[in-house]
């Protein structure tokens, strides 16, 4: 799963265009765009299209062009990022490669004018100005709160990470050649003009960037010319270029990336393996040894191709009955590098836990539904020899903004386990818009209460009868002395101490079954 999304780069003139709406100006709120949900801020990110449609006539397809006659809307779209935001940016701190490049295509390539260390705003707009370089600018969504707020929306729209790039290109320049893309692109025009030119993909849904030689593509399948406000789609594999018109305004556009390496030859790379290592438990003709020197072989026998056809058939068949498919990586990768919802202030609330603590007799319900994923994985505890499988809740309530799609390898995942046997009752989370606590699909209340406990950034107390409450305190109490007699290093009576180290915390074990953390609440 990438860390680092690649956007698209930059275009030509009049002609045949793809497929557009033109949207009649209206007054309207400052921002056009639905915040209230994922799927609402899609929908106002396109209009006039439904998103019905552009799944059907447009998704992985061909290109979209929406050409809007809104003034508000261009007004909006300006301040998400200008040539006049870079000063400030540069005096926080940002650097060449890592934040900036400076570039401009020269007969055809790509020619970078990078300096090295920290990005100096005086020698940035000197290179800009009088070497008509375009200044490109990595992730902004780390420091603009508005582009933080719409890809965050998008990431929980497309179950994928989703990343940005600015560009802001002089007049009479073109920053890069023609290349393609490993990402669905949404192109915004935030200042001046772009023209456009998109060609036939040569490699249709490509999974890796490539630059293209001009007298390779052929003539443009479309040519436009996009104006503040304006936003253009194409998928992945659409070879494209773009230029500042000459005697106008720079301009500058955001490109917004998603579904890099997220193909079904992806998603079936992260479940095979999973599949195999369940299979190979049931069936003794997986744990059986290969051919010897099957190794040392040139090229694969035939014996060793039919062995391998039956399996995958195998496989197949097995498949068709599973409805839990096992996850790899994607899912806890999505999660980890993901941005983390989008607040106001020190974002304390999401990750501090509030009101009462549920018990029995409360009704709770899942917060926060689109940044969590849950999956099925095998016991991380290295002390663990049996490798149980486990059940992982990944959330990205803590993941750091200033990080986000920057290629940090190092990111660590925040989330719980919880034994296999708690899969149905966690089902009932994540499925209900709000559940009775005993009504959980687990053996005991102890169970029960201690599940909702474990993780109160996600889920709130809704409901609960204020003549039980005593009787809750006196529970959790209870239970969170067990944690802190065991975290101090004393013998408590029932709990024993599993040392897994997970999202910065302790987890703690009651029996077998009871996973709950935060010690460091108390």
Same mark, same amino acid.
């Given at each position: 799963m990438p860390k680092k999304a690649r956007p698209a780069g930059d275009g030509e003139e009049e002609g045949p265009v793809p497929k557009q709406a033109t949207v009649e100006a209206a007054c309207g709120p400052a921002s056009p765009l639905d915040f209230d949900s994922p799927s609402g801020l899609f929908e106002s990110f396109i209009a006039p299209i439904t998103t019905e449609t552009f799944f059907k006539e447009f998704w992985e397809q061909k290109p979209l062009l929406i050409q809007r006659a809104d003034p508000a809307f261009a007004a909006y779209c300006q301040p998400l990022f200008r040539l006049s935001d870079l000063k400030s940016l540069c005096s926080r701190g940002v650097y060449y490669g890592r934040d900036v490049n400076v570039c401009r295509c020269v007969h055809g390539k790509k020619k970078v004018l990078n300096k090295d260390g920290r990005v100096h705003f005086l020698q940035l707009r000197k290179d800009f100005d009088q070497k008509r370089a375009t200044i490109?600018?990595?992730?902004?969504?780390? !420091?603009?709160?508005?582009?933080?707020?719409?890809?965050?929306?998008?990431?929980?729209?497309?179950? =994928?990470?989703?990343? $940005?790039?600015?560009?802001?290109?002089?007049?009479?320049?073109? &920053?890069?050649?023609?290349?393609? +893309?490993?990402?669905?692109?949404?192109?915004?025009?935030?200042? &001046?003009?772009?023209?456009?030119?998109?060609?036939?993909?040569?490699?249709?849904?490509?999974? #890796?960037? =490539?630059?293209?030689a001009e007298d390779r593509i052929g003539r443009p399948t479309h040519e436009f010319t996009l104006k503040p406000g304006d936003l253009l789609y194409f998928p992945r594999g659409t070879i494209h270029q773009a230029a500042t018109p000459e005697g106008l305004a720079h301009s500058t556009h955001v490109t917004i990336s998603t579904y890099q390496s997220s193909s079904w030859g992806d998603f079936l790379l992260d479940t095979i393996s999973g599949l195999v290592f369940d299979a190979a438990k049931a069936d003794v003709a997986l744990r059986a040894g290969i051919p010897r020197q099957l190794l040392l072989q040139v090229e694969t026998t035939a014996v060793a191709t039919r062995r391998l056809s039956g399996f995958l058939r195998m496989l197949a068949d097995r498949l068709e009955g599973t409805k839990e498919l096992p996850s790899a990586d994607m899912k806890k990768d999505f999660a980890v590098n993901r941005l983390p919802p989008?607040?106001?202030?020190? &974002?304390? #609330?999401?990750?501090?836990?509030?009101?009462?603590?549920?018990?029995?007799?409360?009704?709770?319900?899942?917060?926060?539904? +689109?940044?969590?994923?849950?999956?099925?994985?095998?016991?991380? +505890?290295? $002390?663990?020899?049996?490798?149980?499988?486990?059940?992982?809740?990944?959330?990205?309530?803590?993941?750091?903004?200033?990080?986000?799609?920057?290629?940090?390898?190092?990111?660590?995942?925040?989330?719980?386990? !919880?034994?296999? =046997?708690?899969?149905?009752?966690?089902?009932?989370?994540?499925? $209900?818009?709000?559940?009775s606590v005993k009504d959980l699909k687990l053996t005991t209340d102890e169970e029960k209460q201690n599940l909702v406990i474990s993780w109160p950034y996600v889920l709130t107390d809704v409901h609960r009868r204020r003549a039980n409450y005593s009787m809750s305190q006196k529970v959790?109490?209870?239970?969170?002395?067990?944690?802190?007699?065991?975290?101090?290093?004393?013998?408590?009576?029932?709990?024993?101490?599993? $040392?897994?180290?997970?999202?910065?915390?302790?987890?703690?074990? !009651?029996?077998?079954?009871?996973? !709950?953390k935060e010690p460091h609440w108390l």
């Open positions: 490109q600018f990595h992730q902004p969504q780390r !420091f603009k709160d508005e582009l933080w707020r719409i890809q965050e929306k998008l990431e929980c729209f497309f179950g =994928s990470l989703v990343g $940005s790039n600015v560009y802001i290109t002089p007049a009479g320049a073109q &920053g890069l050649p023609p290349h393609y +893309d490993d990402v669905e692109v949404f192109i915004l025009q935030l200042e &001046g003009e772009k023209r456009w030119r998109l060609y036939q993909p040569t490699v249709p849904l490509a999974r #890796e960037y =490539s630059p293209e989008y607040y106001t202030g020190d &974002g304390a #609330e999401l990750v501090t836990p509030g009101g009462r603590f549920p018990g029995l007799d409360s009704t709770v319900r899942l917060q926060f539904r +689109d940044h969590a994923v849950l999956t099925v994985g095998p016991d991380q +505890d290295p $002390s663990d020899e049996t490798r149980e499988k486990m059940v992982y809740v990944y959330h990205s309530l803590k993941n750091r903004r200033d990080t986000h799609m920057m290629g940090n390898e190092e990111t660590e995942p925040h989330g719980l386990r !919880f034994p296999l =046997s708690h899969m149905d009752a966690l089902k009932q989370l994540w499925n $209900s818009s709000a559940i959790t109490k209870a239970i969170f002395r067990q944690v802190y007699l065991i975290q101090c290093g004393r013998k408590g009576t029932a709990p024993i101490k599993v $040392s897994f180290k997970f999202n910065c915390h302790y987890l703690v074990f !009651f029996g077998r079954n009871n996973f !709950f």
